[in-house]
């Protein structure tokens, strides 16, 4: 059984920084793209940035040139590292891994609040 776990949340102000972790057990990591999704209360959840294993990356237009998804294959962990943040990316951000056929498997969240 694969788990997915999020750390890394809290709260900063505007213009800070945060660096998200997602890391995953009960399987061999480097097979799966790992997407970050977000979800802000009465929003639908978001996708804000994916990896793929062979490390292609591809992000939603509000966090382009801010946010930075990247993975490290030895300790099963991909990273959203989050710059310049805004009160509007405040979410529960949302790490999932899918490989071919197996997943998605989800973690249970972790809190961003932006806020002065």
């Known amino acids: 059984q694969v788990q997915v776990v999020e750390s890394g949340g809290g709260l900063v102000q505007p213009g800070g920084s945060l660096r998200l972790s997602c890391t995953a057990s009960g399987a061999i990591f480097s097979p799966y793209t790992v997407a970050w999704y977000r979800q802000a209360p009465e929003q639908q959840r978001e996708l804000v940035a994916v990896i793929t294993p062979g490390r292609t990356t591809t992000y939603e237009d509000s966090v382009k040139g801010r946010f930075t998804i990247s993975r490290d294959n030895t300790k099963n962990t991909a990273y959203l590292q989050m710059n310049s943040l805004k009160p509007e990316d405040t979410a529960v951000y949302y790490c999932?891994?899918?490989?071919?056929?197996?997943?998605?498997?989800w973690g249970q969240g972790t809190q961003v609040t932006v806020s002065s």
């Open positions: 999932s891994a899918t490989a071919g056929f197996l997943g998605p498997y």
